[in-house]
């Protein structure tokens, strides 16, 4: 594998529905991999891991850094993944700037890189730009941006969309002339990011010199930057206040989740679950945006999620039923929050899943064959059917002396531990 990580290399198209990989080149490894003996398949897999964990071997100091930021990002999320699997969630928080300066402050031992080296190594100063580059999922409740991204000049901007044009040419665009979305998206995939210098990943740069549509005509016509008169022309006054106006709002009150999700429950005709909605918001706001309404704005789940103390909450706020009713005591009353957490998943919903996993993987069954079988089932149950993590059924059965055991115990058939 090289460490080199300024390859120049044209975008590759997006990954169509389904698809595992958007760069083709790791679409190609994979299926390699596939076809190699299993054996050798986890010989690889033990190399693999070994670079992944050892960032200090890489040969040179970009390369280095670029590896322990990587490593770092997807670290954290991890742990993000592990605690929304704890609580029972049906997905984890994005990994937003605040939450992994949080993470790296619980976690000292792990000697992670700050947030701002974070940004200037992979993100060229944009938190989102370098959670692409880890092809993590961005931040969608807003971004931060360092003093990387300040004052561009205007060569470093016209190289950059003449690269871009450059990399549509290449995909066969004949004619490329790209939007301020079309360039900004093309800025932002990780492939580009890893090349060398720096390219604005915000409209602020263009709008010093009229906005990004003056920029592009005046860039491909090679004709020099604007004059103050042809920016005056432009009417860079009503761009910015458009563009201003067409940004996601940053505040959203507690009516304004109410409505999403009433507003989304109306589109399905049911309360969404947490994917459910995600797809339907972005539904939602693509065909307003192709029926020329540029100002529709729907919260994102996270942002409804931090609010509530969890979804089903956010749900019962806005007069819809909730997934998980709660628990109830000898009396038939509601167990607060704050006496314990719901219990997103029952107990013969545990014992059931591990009956399941068991009849697909049989002997030797183990925590890691359950594991597979959840990740498989997850992968093909649209439905969103609940699967209960290794961490859940552990803290469930904490009070065993091996938890994992007595959870099979109790689910299987005595001779589960027996060999064929």
């Not at 054996?39 to 693999?48: A, F, N, S, T, V």
């Not at 490329?176 to 900004?184: E, G, I, M, V, W």
């Not at 679950?273 to 309404?293: H, N, P, S």
């Not at 607060?336 to 069954?365: C, H, Q, T, W």
Request: glycine letters at 8%; proline letters at 6%; hydrophobic letters at 35%.
């Amino acid at each position: 594998m090289s460490d080199n990580a300024s390859t120049h290399a044209p975008a590759p198209p997006l990954p169509t529905h389904g698809s595992l990989f958007s760069d083709q080149m790791a679409a190609a490894v994979m299926a390699a991999i596939e076809k190699l003996d299993e054996g050798l398949q986890h010989e690889i897999l033990r190399l693999l891991r070994d670079r992944l964990h050892h960032p200090e071997a890489r040969s040179g100091q970009e390369a280095r850094q670029l590896a322990r930021g990587v490593t770092a990002l997807r670290e954290a999320a991890d742990l993000l993944l592990d605690a929304a699997d704890d609580a029972g969630l049906a997905a984890a928080p994005k990994l937003a700037e605040r939450v992994y300066k949080r993470l790296r402050a619980e976690h000292p031992e792990r000697g992670w890189p700050a947030e701002s080296s974070i940004r200037r190594v992979l993100g060229s100063g944009s938190w989102n730009a370098a959670l692409r580059r880890a092809y993590l999922e961005v931040d969608d409740d807003g971004d931060t941006v360092g003093l990387d991204q300040r004052e561009f000049g205007w060569k470093e901007m016209e190289a950059a969309v003449l690269e871009c044009c450059e990399d549509l040419r290449a995909i066969g665009i004949a004619d490329p002339d790209p939007n301020a979305d079309t360039y900004l998206h093309w800025a932002s995939r990780p492939n580009v990011a890893s090349r060398p210098g720096r390219r604005p990943l915000s409209r602020a740069p263009f709008d010093r010199f009229g906005g990004f549509e003056l920029c592009k005509r005046v860039m491909l016509a090679g004709t020099g930057p604007p004059s103050a008169e042809e920016i005056k022309q432009h009417g860079r006054g009503r761009q910015g206040g458009a563009r201003f106006a067409n940004r996601r709002r940053y505040a959203y009150t507690d009516s304004d989740l109410k409505a999403a999700l009433i507003e989304v429950t109306e589109e399905l005709g049911h309360a969404p679950k947490t994917i459910e909605y995600t797809t339907t918001r972005q539904m939602i706001l693509d065909r307003a945006q192709a029926e020329g309404d540029q100002f529709k704005s729907l919260p994102h789940y996270n942002l409804i999620n931090r609010r509530y103390r969890s979804w089903d909450h956010a749900l019962e706020d806005a007069g819809l039923a909730p997934f998980f009713p709660p628990r109830l005591d000898g009396e038939g009353r509601a167990i607060p929050m704050a006496e314990g957490r719901n219990i997103k998943i029952s107990d013969e919903e545990i014992l059931a899943g591990i009956r399941g996993a068991y009849e697909v993987k049989g002997k030797p069954f183990t925590m890691r064959a359950y594991n597979d079988w959840r990740e498989e089932q997850a992968r093909r149950d649209a439905e969103g059917r609940r699967l209960a993590g290794y961490r859940t059924i552990i803290d469930r059965y904490r009070d065993a002396p091996v938890p994992w055991k007595a959870a099979c115990d109790e689910a299987l058939p005595a001779d589960w531990m027996r060999s064929e």
